[in-house]
């Protein structure tokens, strides 16, 4: 099973910021859509971001301005640069990558937490 690989997790304070990261094995071919999404606890998994081939992006509202994200094709890595964080930014955050084929991956989640 394809594995995306993810790294930047971690504890963080309110207002302060992390970047993610997710590479993307060379295994898959031509990737189409890249995105971060996010699970609380207690609450269902939710879009962050995602970004297409052609660099459109779209951010969920509780985000807007807060966070970026971006994408190298050449290493197949996707970005999530996040900014004055918040109490409630604190979730399970994961990687997933479209193919031109329509096969999905994830990656295995990493957690952020934002507390004092």
């Known amino acids: 099973q394809v594995q995306l690989v993810e790294s930047g997790g971690g504890l963080v304070q309110p207002g302060g910021s992390l970047g993610l990261s997710c590479a993307a094995p060379r295994s898959i071919g031509s990737i189409n859509v890249m995105a971060w999404h996010r699970q609380a606890p207690g609450k269902g998994r939710e879009l962050v971001a995602l970004?297409?081939?052609?660099?459109?992006?779209r951010y969920a509202d509780s985000v807007k301005g807060r966070f970026t994200i971006s994408r190298d094709n050449a290493k197949k890595t996707v970005y999530l640069q996040m900014n004055s964080l918040k109490p409630e930014d604190t979730a399970v955050y994961y990687c997933h990558i479209s193919d031109w084929g329509a096969r999905n991956y994830w990656g295995q989640g990493t957690q952020v937490t934002v507390s004092l």
């Open positions: 970004i297409s081939g052609d660099g459109y992006t």
